[in-house]
């Protein structure tokens, strides 16, 4: 599945997954009992609709966790999930609502990598490895101070690059995939 990524005020589709920033397309979902992800919403409502649109049909409201960094938004199927990274974390949901997993992350939330086994979460600050069953695997906090970019996985190494000395300064690293290790 792709990955679906917009910002404020901006809706994206993919044909299976629609997700509405706040100020997007209010009120088109209707008629859809939401189940909410995230922390609980303010007066000005979620910071964000994501709408299954199944069968059967299935909405999620989003709230990131105040004052926390809103750097990026992300939602993906993935495994029995549906996944979401906005604020400081990601949020695995069971597609019925029944179950979620929340995970803090280092900084602000930037993109999600599914490697088919497992989905890697980077942050402004490292990456953490998810299972399929929703657990973190392992999590490597010291990638970077301001950006964490994965360029490939190969032969069971993830390469990429860390901020170091923004803006511009970047240097490159590899961990193993399986412990999440430096090599």
């Not at 989003?62 to 906005?86: I, Q």
């Not at 890697?120 to 010291?142: H, M």
């Not at 996985?153 to 399986?178: A, S």
Request: negative net charge; glycine residues 14%.
């Amino acid at each position: 599945m792709a990955r679906i990524v917009c910002g404020e005020g901006e809706q994206a589709d993919d044909g299976n997954v629609r997700i509405y920033m706040r100020g997007a397309g209010q009120g088109v979902w209707g008629g859809l009992t939401p189940v909410r992800v995230g922390a609980a919403p303010d007066n000005s409502g979620p910071d964000a609709v994501v709408v299954l649109k199944g069968p059967p049909a299935c909405r999620f409201d989003v709230t990131c966790h105040r004052p926390a960094p809103m750097f990026a938004f992300e939602a993906r199927l993935w495994a029995d999930w549906l996944a979401v990274g906005f604020g400081d974390r990601v949020t695995l949901v069971s597609l019925d609502g029944s179950r979620q997993c929340e995970h803090q992350l280092e900084g602000y939330f930037s993109e999600l990598h599914d490697t088919g086994n497992a989905l890697l979460a980077l942050s402004g600050q490292g990456i953490a490895r998810l299972a399929r069953d929703g657990a973190v695997l392992w999590r490597r906090r010291d990638l970077g101070v301001d950006g964490v970019i994965l360029s490939e996985i190969k032969d069971g190494v993830i390469y990429g690059e860390g901020e170091w000395d923004p803006p511009g300064g970047w240097r490159p690293f590899q961990i193993d995939f399986v412990e999440g290790k430096p090599l």
